[in-house]
């Protein structure tokens, strides 16, 4: 399979005047795309960036964004997507652990960029695309002193495509190296999946720094088809983005779903062009969904489910499995089958053993689409990647019967309680059923007798007892499982992908242990 920059070349040979990317007022055909990363190619290597070197860039969404993740990888370098919600000591930690060559920024950016500069130990060069009155490079400018000369180096599929930070969620994020071929082993499933064709409007509004946003960037290029970029994931512009330029599909996680729900805006605008809805990266309650599908009712919903790590997604849940009242309803609660290129293991997380179906345990895979490994860690990549090709994926979870996936949690996030595992996963959807509760989440605190018992941190619409919400839940789950605490709060702290933040959830009932569980 050649690299995904000789795709490119071979879109703009085939479709030269095909829209490439719409992105705010302008639209950038093939020809021009293939183009302007030819010269940002050039732009680089003048700069002195070469095979297997890091460029970093701090940015929301944009055409800049695509062609320097295409001009990056046709000489061998690699690109460094940074969260920009981060702050600026760990903005600073991403660029030196990646040992990038440059730093490239948005205009709102440029303070951070400013904050950062002093502490970058690898770093010669800071552009900023667009803005003024800033005291670094001018990215247009930079960029269109090159020729758009097609470099010499040839891409290998195992040379590395992308480097994404995992959310450090958990201590410090690491580097996960994305190959040309992990790409190469998921894009071709998106005509036979997603029902992609010649005709399809593919919206990229997730943040690029994120693998759903880097996959369908990267899928709109490998299919030739038309994308629009969408700069940030704001619900308004969505829909708007979706009326504008009849959008037929796109990936979204459930909080941007159950938001669209709540904003007139949204309603007044005509999604009807949607074809298929892809959704995940975070659990969804089932009242979501069902809004959600009320909200779009000519359109076909999956749900998917992977990692960074996985390059995006190992499992799907087709359209057919999404009806509530069909024969197969408890479908709609799984992450769906694995791709036909993955297989999928539930372990016992102590010995690694095998379980059978129906038995909770961490989720393996074996897929090509597995990362290289990750940045400068041998010890984390071998603990992640086994012997054998299997990933741990660090989730928890079983398989059914028929082969489908249903996740708990993370395995960290497991709740021990009295010898028992209890995933918070479970009990959360219970206490979504409640018709008070309009989010929440569930961590583990310490306990004199049992070590660690269940508590309950909801969000509620109207004032709720906190033995209504217990007893909610014992009616439903097995005792153990129950929390014995509620504890009201205004809202779940998230990470911008829409996943709760159970460590800092958890950190203020543990001070004073030595360790976050008993």
């Not at 969260?83 to 490239?104: C, G, H, Q, T």
């Not at 930079?142 to 470099?151: I, K, L, R, S």
């Not at 009242?287 to 599908?293: C, W």
Request: a negative charge; hydrophobic letters at 40%.
């Amino acid at each position: 399979m050649p690299g995904l920059t000789e795709v490119l070349r071979e879109r703009a040979q085939h479709s030269p005047d095909r829209v490439a990317f719409h992105s705010g007022e302008s639209s950038i055909t093939y020809r021009e795309f293939d183009r302007r990363v030819d010269r940002a190619a050039a732009a680089l290597a003048a700069a002195g960036v070469g095979p297997g070197d890091r460029v970093a860039i701090l940015d929301k969404n944009s055409a800049e964004y695509v062609e320097q993740l295409f001009g990056a990888a046709r000489i061998g370098a690699v690109q460094v997507p940074v969260n920009y919600r981060l702050a600026p000591d760990e903005v600073a930690y991403i660029v030196n652990n990646a040992r990038a060559k440059v730093f490239i920024a948005g205009p709102e950016f440029v303070p951070v960029l400013d904050a950062v500069a002093p502490k970058l130990e690898h770093t010669g060069l800071l552009v900023v695309i667009g803005g003024e009155g800033h005291a670094h490079q001018d990215y247009a400018a930079w960029v269109g002193a090159h020729e758009a000369v097609p470099p010499a180096h040839r891409v290998d599929g195992g040379d590395v495509f992308v480097q994404l930070y995992s959310s450090g969620t958990t201590g410090l994020p690491k580097g996960v190296m994305l190959t040309h071929d992990n790409f190469a082993a998921v894009l071709p499933l998106t005509t036979e999946l997603w029902g992609i064709g010649d005709d399809t409007v593919l919206m990229v509004a997730m943040p690029m720094y994120h693998v759903a946003g880097c996959a369908l960037a990267a899928c709109t290029v490998f299919d030739g088809i038309t994308g629009v970029i969408v700069r940030e994931p704001d619900p308004t512009a969505i829909a708007r983005t979706i009326e504008r330029h009849r959008v037929t599909h796109t990936f979204l996680v459930p909080v941007l779903l159950q938001f669209m729900q709540l904003i007139p805006e949204v309603a007044q605008c005509d999604l009807s062009s949607l074809e298929l809805m892809l959704y995940g990266a975070s659990p969804i309650s089932e009242d979501v969904l069902r809004g959600a599908m009320r909200m779009l009712p000519r359109t076909r919903f999956m749900q998917v489910y992977g990692l960074t790590e996985t390059a995006g997604a190992i499992t799907y849940l087709p359209a057919e499995d999404h009806d509530p009242d069909g024969p197969h309803a408890g479908r709609i609660r799984s992450a769906g089958i694995p791709n036909p290129t993955c297989e999928l293991r539930i372990a016992d997380p102590a010995t690694g053993d095998a379980l059978p179906p129906g038995r909770v345990g961490e989720i393996l895979c074996r897929t090509p689409q597995n990362m290289k490994g990750y940045w400068a860690m041998p010890e984390a990549t071998a603990s992640a990647l086994l012997p054998d090709g299997w990933f741990r994926t660090g989730d928890a979870g079983y398989l059914d019967e028929d082969g489908y996936l249903y996740i708990h949690d993370r395995v960290k996030d497991m709740i021990i309680s009295g010898g028992e595992n209890i995933y918070p996963a479970e009990v959360e959807n219970v206490l979504m059923s409640h018709p008070q509760v309009t989010d929440c989440a569930v961590v583990g605190v310490p306990d004199d007798k049992w070590g660690e018992t269940p508590k309950a941190i909801v969000v509620l619409a109207a004032d709720v007892p906190e033995r209504e919400l217990i007893d909610h839940c014992r009616e439903r789950l097995a005792h153990f499982k129950c929390p014995t605490s509620v504890e009201r709060r205004d809202a779940i702290p998230r990470n911008p992908t829409g996943k709760i933040l159970k460590r800092e959830l958890r950190a203020p009932y543990w001070e004073g242990h030595e360790r976050a569980v008993h």
